[in-house]
């Protein structure tokens, strides 16, 4: 059984910093992709940041500059540092991890974190 297990979220002012956390653990073959969705009140789940194996890390237009994603291969573990926090980026955040566990790859999520970003 496969699980990912966030944690970091919480309130924050504007301009203040958040770092996310995601664990994948369980019969874990290989890890191709790992990132962060959000959800905000009445919007659909969005794509924040994702890296891929070999590749360089994607971040949606509006938090380029502000988010770092970052791996951990060996821990199985995924990082959003999110800086300058503004009010628009509260949302429930929702890790995502793509793997191979045994024979199968499939697709995976956390079960999310709420970031309040408010004064």
């Known amino acids: 059984q496969v699980q990912l297990v966030e944690s970091g979220g919480g309130l924050v002012q504007p301009g203040g910093s958040l770092r996310l956390s995601c664990a994948a653990s369980?019969?874990?073959?290989?890890?191709?992709?790992m990132g962060w969705y959000r959800q905000a009140p009445g919007k659909e789940r969005a794509l924040v940041a994702r890296?891929?194996?070999?590749?360089?890390?994607y971040y949606t237009e509006s938090v380029k500059g502000r988010f770092i994603i970052s791996r951990d291969n060996a821990k199985n573990t995924v990082y959003l540092q999110m800086n300058g926090l503004e009010p628009e980026d509260t949302a429930v955040y929702y890790c995502?991890?793509?793997?191979?566990?045994?024979?199968?790859?499939?697709?995976?999520w956390g079960q999310g974190t709420q970031v309040t970003v408010s004064s």
């Open positions: 369980g019969s874990i073959s290989s890890i191709s992709i």
């Open positions: 890296v891929q194996s070999g590749d360089i890390p």
């Open positions: 995502y991890a793509r793997l191979r566990s045994y024979l199968f790859e499939n697709e995976y």
